[in-house]
């Protein structure tokens, strides 16, 4: 089974056509009636990935407006959200490494958070877009990644699909032991946890390996077990793949008419739920299926008929490579554009903070200043406090960058340490407030004595000299 089917259904259950049209109308009825700016975030992201497979642009368009605001308003997890949204898109625009980049975005939010079952589902997606680049050395890599922190957290669910992702890379890579290995633990334990998604998919699985093997009695018999547990769960890609195993199964055991019939039925099922990618691989299966028989009139149709399809899937491919290649420039000069506007913000506030830190001193020698020049005590005393408040407000907005940081914008984690920097610059500021306008009075007292012995001392000394003179 395509592991990208598998984590759309892992994540996302799949729906008919009509009833994504009553999802999609009801999250913009949600993203209308929304009041908070976290909570727009959250639709925006729903609806950037209920997209994501049949629209991509528009999921792009959805998922950058919910970065953008989440990064306005710094809800961290909005901004996790959002990335994995952009990722998911540029994933089905075949964008590898543009996927891969945002996954890694992504995963650093989780990283700094401390989210070990958040880090685990990424690199399970990023194992996703190296299988799909048939990069499968990548592809275990970041399966085992998944697979170790999962047991590491005791996180079940994460250990069943991580399992079940490693044995179908190895299946891909036709490193069919360890697929073996991998696949029927999988299958063991999804019995246990009674998920029926992974216990029909690990059994279609199963099917494809014995069917690499060439043990054709085992493929039929796990194919057959498989299939009414995914009409159960209305897995129809993988439904679709395990009728196409079937046909391919009874080809190889010369019971061509039954080939035949399950082949068409994989054909009817593709075109009816638009997995055009399994409707050529049964068209081409019927038309060597056809030759062999001699058959040529109907090999030639289902021949004309894969090749349309063909046509139209490298039409649409190309078509969001081209896509692919506009949006990510429009991102990155959009990139471009708010990273200015960013550096222009944090230089306005830079050079605030200078202004506010200069000042401070002014301030400050504008207390002694005063302290020496005929002004009320009063006047002194409030210059002296002023610029100590200030100093102290400073600090405090000094220290909140990295406080909001530390504490990943957490109000509650905020307002403790606050409260307990309050608590120890609160003394402090008293403590100082008095001795400053101590040393503030006493500086004046003396300077106004020193002024009044030295006028005295001239007056004695007028008086002395007018006495010699006279």
């Given at each position: 089974m395509k592991l990208i089917a598998l984590l759309s259904l892992f994540l996302f259950v799949s729906?008919?056509?009509?009833?994504?049209?009553?999802v999609l109308d009801s999250l913009y009825k949600d993203l209308a009636s929304q009041k908070t700016d976290s909570g727009r975030v959250s639709v925006l992201y729903d609806l950037s990935y209920s997209y994501h497979k049949s629209k991509p642009d528009s999921?792009?368009?959805l998922a950058q407006q919910a970065y953008k605001l989440a990064k306005k308003i710094k809800f961290l997890k909005g901004e996790s959200?959002?990335?994995?949204?952009?990722?998911n898109a540029f994933h089905s625009l075949h964008n590898y490494p543009r996927a891969i980049e945002y996954f890694i975005e992504e995963l650093k939010i989780h990283e700094k958070r401390g989210l070990p079952e958040n880090m685990a589902n990424t690199y399970i997606s990023m194992a996703l877009v190296y299988s799909s680049e048939e990069e499968y050395g990548k592809a275990l890599s970041y399966a085992f990644k998944a697979e170790e922190i999962a047991k590491k957290n005791s996180f079940a669910g994460l250990?069943?699909?991580?399992?079940?992702?490693?044995?179908d890379i190895y299946e891909k890579s036709n490193q069919l032991s360890s697929a073996m290995i991998y696949t029927r633990s999988a299958y063991k334990l999804s019995l246990l946890q009674k998920n029926d998604l992974i216990t029909g998919t690990s059994l279609n699985n199963l099917g494809n390996i014995y069917l690499k093997r060439k043990d054709y009695l085992n493929a039929l018999n796990y194919y057959r077990k498989s299939m009414p547990i995914l009409e159960k769960v209305s897995d129809l890609n993988t439904l679709a793949e395990c009728n196409l195993g079937l046909a391919k199964v009874y080809k190889e055991e010369g019971k061509i008419d039954s080939a035949v019939y399950y082949a068409r039925k994989v054909y009817d099922l593709a075109i009816k739920n638009e997995f055009f990618a399994r409707a050529v691989d049964a068209s081409t299966f019927?038309?060597?299926?056809?030759?062999g028989e001699n058959k040529i009139d109907s090999a030639f149709a289902y021949q004309e008929i894969a090749v349309n399809l063909s046509n139209s899937i490298d039409s649409k491919e190309r078509a969001k490579e081209v896509q692919s290649i506009t949006i990510a420039e429009e991102f990155r000069q959009k990139e471009i554009e708010e990273s200015k506007l960013k550096e222009a913000e944090?230089?306005?506030q830079k050079l605030q903070l200078l202004a506010i830190g200069i000042f401070i001193p002014i301030l400050f020698f504008v207390s002694i200043f005063l302290s020496r020049r005929k002004v009320s005590k009063k006047v002194i005393e409030f210059s002296g406090i002023l610029s100590l408040l200030m100093l102290f407000e400073y600090l405090?907005?000094?220290?909140?960058?990295?406080?909001?940081e530390k504490s990943h914008h957490s109000p509650i984690i905020e307002i403790i340490v606050f409260v307990i920097i309050a608590s120890l610059l609160t003394p402090t500021h008293h403590r100082v407030e008095h001795w400053l306008i101590n040393k503030l009075t006493k500086f004046r007292e003396q300077h106004f004595l020193s002024k009044q012995k030295l006028q005295t001392k001239e007056t004695a000394e007028d008086v002395a000299l007018n006495s010699e003179n006279s």
């Open positions: 729906v008919t056509s009509f009833s994504q049209k009553q999921a792009l368009i959200w959002a990335l994995n949204g952009l990722a250990i069943l699909y991580s399992k079940l992702n490693i044995g019927l038309v060597k299926l056809y030759k944090d230089r306005k405090t907005l000094f220290i909140h960058p990295f406080v909001a």
